[in-house]
T-cell receptor, first 114, second 109 residues
Framework: NAGVTQTPKFRVLKTGQSMTLLCAQD?????MYWYRQDPGMGLRLIHY???????AKGEVPDGYNVSRLKKQNFLLGLESAAPSQTSVYFC?????????????FGQGTRLTVV | TQLLEQSPQFLSIQEGENLTVYCNSS?????LQWYRQEPGEGPVLLVT?????EVKKLKRLTFQFGDARKDSSLHITAAQPGDTGLYLC?????????FGAGTQVVVTP
C-alpha cells in the first residue's frame, strides 16, 4: 500500500533556483492538496485540485505553481526559490464522499532555501 | 486570520492527567475533522464529527462538535506518553480542506 508518495524527501536550493515537487497517489482520489508547514502555523494550503486538469489557489499561493495533468499526480513548482519558502511541504489526497473528507498525507518534503 | 483557531498552542502535562484542546471558528461547517501528527510524519485522521452536539469516543479520546457546528473540542482522559503529538482540527469549505495551527501536546512519564 503506497498511498501518497512525495519526492524528493529532502532538498537544499539556492535562492533563485527552481524545482518541482512530485506527489503521486494510488487511491484514485479526485482531490489533491499541497500544504506547507512552518513552526506554530499548522498546515497552510498552497494550491489544491478537485480533479484531473483543474487547480485552484489556497491560502498562500504566491511563488508557487501547480499542475494536475494526470489524476494520480499533483506537481508543485517553485520558479525562483526564496528563503521564505524554506518549509516542510505535505501533499494529501481525498475522495470527499458526502461528509467524509478524510485526507491521506505523504511523508513530507523538507526544503531549505539558502 | 485563520479559518480555524486552536487553543492552547502548547500543552505539557504529566502522565495520568486530563487535557482539553479547542477548535473555534466563526463559520458553520458540515463536518469537522481531528488529526494527529507525529514528528517526521504526515497527519493521520482521528475522527470526523458531523452532527451538531455530536460526541464521539475513541478509547480515551472524546470529541465533541458544538451545537451550532462552529466549534469542537478534544478531551483526553488519563493521558499517556503515546498521546504526545500535534493535534490539528480541519474543515472542508467547498473543496478547500483547511487546518488550524494545531496544539502541541507533550505528555511526560
Amino acid at each position: 500500500n503506497a498511498g501518497v508518495t512525495q519526492t524528493p524527501k529532502f532538498r537544499v536550493l539556492k535562492t533563485g533556483q527552481s524545482m518541482t515537487l512530485l506527489c503521486a497517489q494510488d487511491m484514485n482520489h479526485e482531490y489533491m492538496y499541497w500544504y506547507r508547514q512552518d513552526p506554530g502555523m499548522g498546515l497552510r494550503l498552497i494550491h489544491y485540485s478537485v480533479g484531473e486538469g483543474t487547480t485552484a489557489k489556497g491560502e498562500v499561493p504566491d511563488g508557487y505553481n501547480v499542475s494536475r495533468l494526470k489524476k494520480q499526480n499533483f506537481l508543485l513548482g517553485l520558479e525562483s526559490a526564496a528563503p521564505s519558502q524554506t518549509s516542510v511541504y505535505f501533499c494529501a489526497s481525498s475522495q470527499r464522499q458526502g461528509v467524509n473528507t478524510e485526507a491521506f498525507f505523504g511523508q513530507g518534503t523538507r526544503l531549505t532555501v539558502v | 486570520t485563520q479559518l480555524l483557531e486552536q487553543s492552547p498552542q502548547f500543552l505539557s502535562i504529566q502522565e495520568g492527567e486530563n487535557l482539553t484542546v479547542y477548535c473555534n471558528s466563526s463559520s458553520v461547517f458540515s463536518s469537522l475533522q481531528w488529526y494527529r501528527q507525529e514528528p517526521g510524519e504526515g497527519p493521520v485522521l482521528l475522527v470526523t464529527v458531523v452532527t451538531g452536539g455530536e460526541v464521539k469516543k475513541l478509547k480515551r479520546l472524546t470529541f465533541q462538535f458544538g451545537d451550532a457546528r462552529k466549534d469542537s473540542s478534544l478531551h483526553i482522559t488519563a493521558a499517556q506518553p503515546g498521546d504526545t503529538g500535534l493535534y490539528l482540527c480541519a474543515a472542508d469549505s467547498w473543496g478547500k480542506l483547511q487546518f488550524g495551527a494545531g496544539t502541541q501536546v507533550v505528555v511526560t512519564p
